[in-house]
């Protein structure tokens, strides 16, 4: 970790490489020098850039008060990326002339050999882009752009829920391949969102209840939670995250995240993790066992997570992302939700020297043989390596 300056010294992003400031202040020698180079957004004299040296509390007090901004956003998830992971985090904060603070951007790195240098924001998370004033945001770009070019990187992404307030910039790329899905609570409580479900829907509802699939919800379900979220990745053929992550994140939010299983004979045979911010709650990770398929443990979760949502005064239940089209989307979109577009920002500052970065996928053909190989791997040994391998896959 780098040694934090006094407060109202203004901060080098890259210190602890030994490189420039990439302030934005007026007469500093990084971000002014980069006006007119392809994806890096006008400098803006008004606002300094600088790797964040506050506390947390001013973090979050920012982000509490920016309406754009997302749980992604919180501090925390800076100590959860570096513990976890072992990751470079590289947060952004524009400050105005008087040391005001006006917008942020959380940025990781993660690099490997393998699968490339990105810088992202959030990885293994659905939003984190800019968020404060839409000057702030320029800056920032300006920022992280310049930063990108600097650092070698294959990929920036910065991931926003919505459209970033600025005008086109070159050498940016808008990809819109991932949507996440949400449905407004009518009001009235539990009682209104039952009955705003279709027939078909109530029936698959209550039939695990029948069968006698009860959930439970506590931090004491980290642990079911993720051996049935592993076994399910590996049935998929996809690397599972490390249970530390959701150890560390039960740690560092303890009052927004919850974790909910259903249970059959007294064993976990599905589980959910989201969050919940503001006046919505996000499943962000959700895994059913494919052995207990015809009970649909996983209709009774979900019921369970949004009658907990509206019994608790919110009033969006957010399903989180997923490819349009896909068997999520579709049953996600059975709940009476509606599709939202999530714009994720890209540039790629090597494509001069080849075809633009991506972030690596199984739909890519490229890797369409890890699945295949991934399904046939024995679970523990699947659970063992998995996060060794989704580290670097942001």
């Given amino acids: 970790m780098c040694r934090r300056p006094r407060r109202g010294v203004r901060?080098?992003?890259?210190?602890?490489?030994?490189?420039?400031?990439?302030?934005?202040?007026?007469?500093?020698?990084?971000?002014?020098?980069?006006?007119?180079?392809?994806?890096?957004?006008?400098?803006?004299?008004?606002?300094?850039?600088?790797s964040y040296s506050g506390t947390a509390a001013e973090w979050d007090a920012f982000v509490a008060g920016v309406p754009a901004a997302t749980h992604c956003?919180?501090?925390?998830?800076?100590?959860?990326?570096?513990?976890?992971?072992?990751?470079?985090?590289?947060?952004?904060?524009?400050?105005?002339?008087d040391g005001a603070l006006d917008g942020v951007l959380p940025l990781v790195r993660v690099k490997s050999p393998l699968f490339g240098h990105f810088l992202v924001s959030m990885p293994f998370l659905n939003y984190g882009g800019p968020v404060g004033s839409d000057r702030a945001i320029g800056a920032l770009?300006?920022?992280?752009?310049?930063?990108?070019?600097?650092?070698?990187?294959?990929?920036?992404?910065?991931?926003?829920?919505?459209?970033?307030?600025?005008?086109?910039?070159?050498?940016?790329?808008?990809?819109?391949?991932?949507?996440?899905?949400?449905s407004a609570f009518p009001p009235g409580g539990e009682p209104a969102l039952w009955k705003s479900l279709d027939g078909k829907l109530r029936s698959q509802v209550r039939r695990p209840q029948k069968e006698g699939v009860t959930v439970r919800f506590g931090i004491d379900e980290v642990a079911p939670f993720f051996g049935v979220f592993a076994h399910h990745m590996r049935d998929l053929g996809t690397p599972t995250q490390p249970r530390r992550l959701f150890d560390a994140i039960a740690s560092a939010f303890p009052d927004d995240v919850w974790f909910g299983c259903a249970y059959f004979g007294g064993q976990p045979v599905a589980g959910g993790c989201g969050f919940r911010w503001r006046s919505e709650f996000e499943m962000t990770w959700a895994s059913s066992l494919v052995a207990h398929k015809r009970l649909a443990p996983n209709m009774l979760l979900y019921?369970?997570?949004?009658?907990?949502?509206?019994?608790?005064?919110?009033t969006h239940f957010n399903f989180g992302r997923c490819t349009p089209e896909s068997g999520t989307h579709r049953f996600k979109r059975q709940w009476g939700a509606q599709d939202e577009q999530l714009w994720w920002y890209q540039l790629t500052p090597r494509s001069e020297h080849g075809p633009p970065a991506k972030t690596p996928s199984p739909d890519d053909a490229a890797y369409a043989w890890g699945p295949r190989v991934w399904k046939r791997l024995p679970l523990t040994l699947a659970t063992a390596l998995g996060p060794r391998v989704v580290k670097y896959i942001p």
């Fill in 303 to 314: 019921w369970e997570f949004m009658r907990r949502a509206a019994t608790e005064g919110l």
């Fill in 141 to 182: 770009v300006a920022a992280a752009g310049d930063r990108a070019r600097r650092d070698g990187v294959s990929l920036l992404e910065l991931r926003n829920r919505g459209p970033w307030p600025l005008p086109p910039i070159d050498g940016w790329t808008t990809s819109t391949r991932k949507i996440t899905v949400v």
């Fill in 11 to 50: 901060a080098d992003v890259s210190r602890d490489a030994g490189r420039r400031d990439v302030s934005a202040a007026p007469h500093a020698d990084g971000l002014r020098e980069t006006q007119g180079r392809p994806g890096v957004a006008p400098v803006d004299d008004a606002y300094r850039v600088e």
């Fill in 73 to 97: 956003h919180r501090y925390g998830w800076r100590g959860v990326m570096e513990r976890v992971f072992g990751h470079d985090c590289v947060y952004l904060a524009a400050r105005t002339g």
